[in-house]
């Protein structure tokens, strides 16, 4: 079961029927969650607030969990009908993520930086589960994903639609500062051990790294891709 907590996240994803059950601590008092979930026709069972910690253990779910409905990815060219409805989209490739909790992070960031979706591998490499919906404490339901089988191929299409792509790569010349400005972007991520594959780097526009000035020479992928995300956004 995947699952949401937290006053405002519930309130967001019922706002967009992202949730089909409802679980609330006996004695819950925010009426408007329980006036959404009844114009939703969301199902609402209350329970012992021991019954949520043990749902969410370590969480401030705040009295209220949501259960939340199956995502399903698009195609990329579902995506790209999307992403083209706004001006110089942002699109993030994840190439072999293995971490959910990266995942979920990603997405996260995706919808705090307001991106226009996330691309991944349909095999090979980690997919929207449990965990994911969890880390990402409702931006999933925000956030489109595709799921495609070829990356290579993905870029060369994304490419022909007048997307710049740049690959996040540590060994790379150019910082940050040398993503174009004003035009459409995929920002490439790579695994968490191994970076960017080899095909997949030589079909990006532009390499660029994350300037380091500590003693560790590389960071998290959902680190990263943050700081890519907000470099972009606040230009």
Not at 18 to 47: C, I, P, R
Not at 159 to 184: C, Q, R, Y
Not at 221 to 230: E, F, G, M, P
Request: hydrophobic share 45%; proline share 3%.
């Amino acid at each position: 079961m995947a699952i949401i907590y937290g006053t405002n996240t519930i309130k967001s994803s019922l706002n967009i029927n992202g949730v089909k059950k409802l679980y609330l601590a006996k004695g819950y008092s925010n009426q408007d969650v329980v006036k959404l979930a009844k114009e939703s026709d969301v199902k609402v069972v209350y329970v012992d607030s021991s019954e949520l910690d043990k749902m969410a253990p370590g969480a401030n779910h705040q009295g209220v969990i949501g259960e939340v409905r199956n995502i399903e990815t698009l195609s990329l060219d579902n995506l790209l009908v999307n992403a083209k409805k706004v001006t110089n989209p942002v699109l993030v490739i994840l190439d072999e993520l293995n971490d959910p909790h990266n995942l979920g992070a990603i997405l996260r960031s995706g919808d705090a930086f307001n991106i226009q979706g996330i691309i991944f591998k349909s095999r090979g490499q980690v997919s929207l589960t449990d965990t994911v919906a969890k880390v990402s404490t409702g931006a999933i339901n925000f956030v489109k994903c595709a799921q495609v089988t070829n990356l290579t191929m993905a870029i060369k299409q994304l490419k022909k639609e007048g997307f710049w792509v740049v690959g996040l790569d540590g060994s790379a010349k150019g910082d940050l500062k040398t993503i174009p400005v004003n035009a459409p972007l995929v920002i490439v991520v790579g695994s968490e051990g191994f970076g960017i594959s080899r095909l997949v780097k030589e079909n990006c526009d532009l390499l660029v790294k994350i300037p380091m000035m500590g003693h560790v020479n590389c960071l998290n992928a959902s680190v990263a891709c943050s700081i890519a995300l907000y470099q972009i956004r606040n230009r």
